[in-house]
Structures are given as structure tokens and as C-alpha cells.
């Protein structure tokens, strides 16, 4: 893959430390370590690895997350999420929010920094996640944030939740050889791995979150593009009532609502 103008510059930027708008070509004079880096930045392009992971940077909701090899590039539609939950939760509640599998934390400090009255707790079996999600939240200074290293099941949590989101693993798992080599290659199996079905994550997340939800509680989980009656089922038959279903920006049906 060639890296093309935009690219460049974005590059350029990055080993300047400058804005993208300051990258005027005739004006920037590189020194020979800093030509040595972007040579090897253009290699790693040439060989398919993402933008995104080279810069180590990716833009979701209105901030740049600081992002690795440890954690799933932050995709425009689960944007679908932070929409849904503003649409039916006013700015001032004070909400006590859980993110499932909270990779860099992407999903709920950008929630916490649309509710500056709520409070929100992020886990991860992966402790390189766990360090990502907790580089971010220094970054832009949320303090109303926890981030726990721990494996879904043995969560406990002191209170009880109002709001759970997740963008949980949904690819099965026959399917990841034929995944996109910036995917398959530079994103955790972890966070993209569904199991054989694709569900085993939404099985879990639903049994789970009955213990875990206040009544009337909400959950709102992203979704394969396939997969949204087989989830709507999985949260029917765990006694949650489906109250949304949001299509994301290429009309697949991605988010799910449901009230406990």
C-alpha cells in the first residue's frame, strides 16, 4: 500500500510533534533521524499495517484515543452507541456506567465526557488494555473513570449499575482467516474472536448483567451485521424488553437497546 499525501503528512506531523495543518511540505526540513523514521513509518504502511497503529492514534466521538497493537481500533459505528444512550438519557443524569470489554476505553470516557454528573467503571481481561484505557483517561482527565483488570465473570461490583455498553468480540471464529490483513494482523484476536457462533460473548454479557443492572436497568451492545435477531433472542429469553434498534452509517442494524 502507498502512503498517499494525507497520509504523509499525518506522518510528518507525528515525528514533528506539530498539528497536520503545520505539515506545509516546502517548509518542513527533516533531520537525517527524523527522515530515518519516516522511512520506516512508510514501510509499515507499505506492508498493511494501519495508519492508526503507526501514529498510534485514532479519532471516535470528538477526541484522538491513543491506541496499539493491544487494543481494537475505535470504528466510527460504534459511535452508534455513545448516539443511542444520549438520545435516551439526559446530559445532567448521574449515571453509573459499566463498559464490558473496554479495550482503550474509547466508549466510556467519551460517555463520561458527555455526562460530567455520572461516574463509570471499564474492565478488561487484558492488562495491556487496561494500561491503554488508563493512558487515556490521564490524557484528557477524567477523573469520574476506574479501569479493572479482570475476566467478565469475576467482576463484582459495590452498587449496582444503571447503564452497561459493550462492543464485545463478534466475529466467528472460522471467519477471522478471512478478515481484512489491517484487521486480522494488527487487532487482538481477543477483541474480535466471537467464539464458533460469534454469540458466546452476548450469552455471557446477558447472564451477566441481570446480576449486575439496577431494575430498569439499560444495556446497549454493538452488533454483527448479521447477528441482530440471534442477540435481540439471546436478551429476550434473559428477560430484558428491546426498546431500540440503531442502523449505523452503511444502514446495517449495529446497536441494541433493551431494559432489564
Do not use: H
Given at each position: 500500500?502507498?502512503?498517499?499525501?494525507?497520509?504523509?503528512r499525518r506522518m510528518?506531523?507525528?515525528?514533528?510533534?506539530?498539528?497536520?495543518?503545520?505539515?506545509?511540505f516546502e517548509d518542513i526540513h527533516l533531520t537525517s533521524q527524523?527522515?530515518?523514521?519516516?522511512q520506516s513509518m512508510l514501510e509499515r504502511y507499505h506492508n498493511g499495517e494501519p495508519l492508526s497503529k503507526i501514529l498510534n492514534c485514532r479519532a471516535f466521538w470528538e477526541h484522538d484515543f491513543f491506541i496499539n497493537g493491544d487494543v481494537l481500533d475505535p470504528r466510527p459505528e460504534t459511535e452508534i452507541l455513545i448516539e443511542m444512550i444520549l438520545e435516551r438519557f439526559d446530559r445532567q443524569s448521574e449515571i453509573n456506567f459499566l463498559d464490558i470489554g473496554?479495550?482503550?476505553?474509547?466508549?466510556?470516557?467519551s460517555l463520561l465526557q458527555e455526562y460530567k454528573n455520572a461516574h463509570g467503571t471499564g474492565i478488561d481481561v487484558s492488562s495491556s488494555a487496561i494500561n491503554v484505557a488508563k493512558h487515556n483517561q490521564k490524557k484528557f482527565g477524567i477523573e469520574n473513570a476506574n479501569f479493572i483488570e479482570?475476566?467478565?465473570k469475576d467482576f463484582f461490583c459495590d452498587e449496582k449499575i444503571d447503564v452497561i455498553v459493550s462492543n464485545p468480540p463478534y466475529i466467528r471464529s472460522?471467519?477471522?482467516?478471512?478478515?481484512?490483513?489491517?484487521?486480522?494482523?494488527?487487532?487482538?484476536?481477543?477483541?474480535?474472536?466471537?467464539?464458533?457462533?460469534?454469540?458466546?460473548?452476548?450469552?455471557?454479557?446477558?447472564?451477566?448483567a441481570k446480576r449486575w443492572l439496577k431494575p430498569n436497568g439499560c444495556i446497549f451492545l454493538e452488533v454483527g451485521?448479521?447477528?441482530?435477531?440471534?442477540?435481540?433472542s439471546i436478551l429476550q429469553s434473559n428477560n430484558f424488553k428491546i426498546f431500540e434498534i440503531k442502523k449505523d452509517y452503511s444502514d446495517i442494524n449495529r446497536g441494541?437497546?433493551?431494559?432489564l
Open positions: 500500500m502507498l502512503a498517499g499525501k494525507k497520509e504523509l510528518i506531523a507525528k515525528i514533528k510533534n506539530i498539528s497536520y495543518e503545520e505539515t506545509v527524523e527522515n530515518y523514521l519516516l473496554t479495550g482503550s476505553g474509547c466508549i466510556l470516557l479482570c475476566d467478565w472460522c471467519d477471522i482467516s478471512s478478515l481484512d490483513e489491517n484487521v486480522r494482523s494488527y487487532d487482538p484476536l481477543l477483541a474480535l474472536d466471537g467464539g464458533e457462533s460469534g454469540l458466546d460473548a452476548y450469552f455471557s454479557i446477558a447472564q451477566l451485521y448479521d447477528q441482530m435477531s440471534s442477540v435481540s441494541i437497546g433493551a431494559i
